[in-house]
C-alpha cells in the first residue's frame, strides 16, 4: 500500500511534476468558454418556434448528467438511454440528445444511428469528423454542436443552453459555471498551502482513510459519483458513492485503538464522510444529512464538508465535482501515484461504465 506523504502537497517539485493534471482542472472553465465559443453560431438561431417534441431521450457521454438537471423541470417526459440503439417507442415525434466526443463510443454512435433512421429530432454535441457526428449527417434537420474538446462537462453545459433555448430545460448561464470553476481554481491552487487550501485538506483527511461520498439532491449525488471516480483512480482504494440506507452501515465501525503502535502492525483503513452540499434546501435531504452526522459521530468517522449553495443548478455541481476531482488530484500526488512523466490523465478518465440504475 501506498504512503501518504504530506509533504509532497506543498514540496515545488511535486507539484511540478504532477503540472500537467492541477494545469487540465484549471482550465475547466476555459474549455467551458472555448466550447460556449464554437456553438455560438449554431445556439443564436435556435428556438423552439412553439414546437414541443413528445419526449427527450438522451444518450452517450453524461446523459444522466442531462436527466439529473431536466428531470424536474422539463416539461415532457425525459429519459437517459443507457444502451445501444434507442427505446423502441421513440420516433418522429420525439428528440434525441447525444453526447458525443472525439473517441469512440458504441452506444453513443447507434443511438445517433437510430435516431436518423427512425425520423427523430435530433441534438447533437460531437467534433465535426467524429464517429457521432458521422451517424448523424443523414438526417438534414439534425442539429450539432461542435464540440470542441473531450470534457464531457463542457459539452453537457452546451447541450443544456440549447435545450434551455429550446424550452425544455432551466437556465444555465454557462458564464456563471466557466466563473464559479475559475473561482475553485484559485481556492483550491496548488500555490495554496495546506492550511488555506480545501482540497488539499481533504486529501489529508483521506490519506489513510476509505472514502464515502455521499450528495443529498439529485445533481449532488451526481457528483458524488463523479468524485468517487477520481478518488478510486487517484488511490487505487475503493470508494463509494452511495444514497443515506446504504451508508449507514458502513459507518459502523468499532472504536478507534488509541494504544496501537502503527509500526508495529498497520492500521486498518477506516471510512470517512465527505458531504457534498449544493444548498438545496428540502426536509428531507436535511433528515439524510443529520442522520448521516450523528451515525459518523458516534462512531468516530471523521466528515467533511464541501458546500457550495449559489449559482445555478449546474453551477453548483460543477463546483462541487471540481472541488473532489482536485482533493483526489492532491490524493494522488500525497500518494506518489501522480507526478511522474508517465502519468495519464487521472482528473477525467474516458467514459466510465456505468450502472444502468443508477
Not at 457526428?133 to 470542441?148: C, E, K
Request: glycine letters at 8%; one cysteine or more; charged letters at 25%.
Amino acid at each position: 500500500m501506498s504512503v501518504f506523504d504530506d509533504t509532497r502537497l506543498d514540496d515545488p517539485a511535486a507539484l511540478e511534476a504532477a503540472d500537467h493534471l492541477l494545469r487540465r482542472l484549471a482550465m475547466a472553465g476555459a474549455r467551458i468558454r472555448a466550447e460556449l465559443e464554437a456553438s455560438s453560431d449554431v445556439l443564436s438561431r435556435l428556438t423552439s418556434d412553439g414546437f414541443r417534441p413528445r419526449a427527450v431521450v438522451a444518450a452517450g457521454r453524461d446523459a444522466r448528467l442531462v436527466r439529473a438537471v431536466l428531470e424536474p423541470v422539463c416539461p415532457v417526459p425525459f429519459l437517459a438511454w443507457p444502451g445501444p440503439g434507442l427505446p423502441g417507442w421513440a420516433g418522429p415525434l420525439d428528440m434525441v440528445v447525444v453526447l458525443g466526443g472525439a473517441s469512440e463510443d458504441a452506444d453513443a454512435v447507434s443511438a445517433a444511428a437510430e435516431a436518423v433512421r427512425r425520423g427523430c429530432g435530433l441534438l447533437v454535441a460531437a467534433p465535426e469528423d467524429s464517429p457521432v457526428a458521422i451517424a448523424s449527417a443523414g438526417l438534414r434537420h439534425a442539429i450539432r454542436l461542435p464540440s470542441q474538446s473531450d470534457d464531457q462537462l463542457a459539452s453537457a453545459v452546451a447541450v443544456l443552453q440549447a435545450l434551455h433555448q429550446l424550452d425544455l430545460g432551466p437556465e444555465v448561464d454557462h458564464k456563471s459555471v466557466a466563473s464559479m470553476l475559475d473561482d475553485v481554481a484559485i481556492e483550491c491552487s496548488p500555490n495554496n498551502d495546506v492550511a488555506s487550501n480545501p482540497a488539499k485538506d481533504l486529501a489529508l483527511i483521506l490519506a489513510d482513510a476509505l472514502p464515502l461520498v455521499w450528495g443529498g439532491s439529485v445533481l449532488a449525488a451526481r457528483a458524488a459519483r463523479r468524485v468517487v471516480e477520481a478518488l478510486r483512480l487517484a488511490s487505487g482504494r475503493p470508494a463509494l458513492a452511495a444514497d443515506t440506507g446504504h451508508l449507514l452501515p458502513v459507518l459502523n465501525q468499532p472504536p478507534r485503538d488509541l494504544f496501537a503502535d502503527p509500526f508495529d502492525k498497520p492500521a486498518e483503513l477506516r471510512p470517512a464522510l465527505v458531504i457534498l452540499d449544493d444548498g438545496v434546501e428540502d426536509e428531507g435531504v436535511a433528515e439524510h444529512h443529520r442522520k448521516l452526522e450523528r451515525k459518523a459521530e458516534a462512531h468516530d468517522v471523521r466528515v467533511f464538508t464541501v458546500r457550495q449553495a449559489s449559482g445555478t443548478d449546474i453551477a453548483r455541481y460543477a463546483a462541487l465535482t471540481q472541488h473532489g476531482r482536485y482533493a483526489a488530484a492532491y490524493l494522488g500526488i500525497g500518494l506518489g501515484r501522480y507526478g511522474r512523466a508517465t502519468d495519464s490523465d487521472p482528473v477525467e478518465p474516458g467514459i466510465p461504465s456505468e450502472d444502468p440504475a443508477w
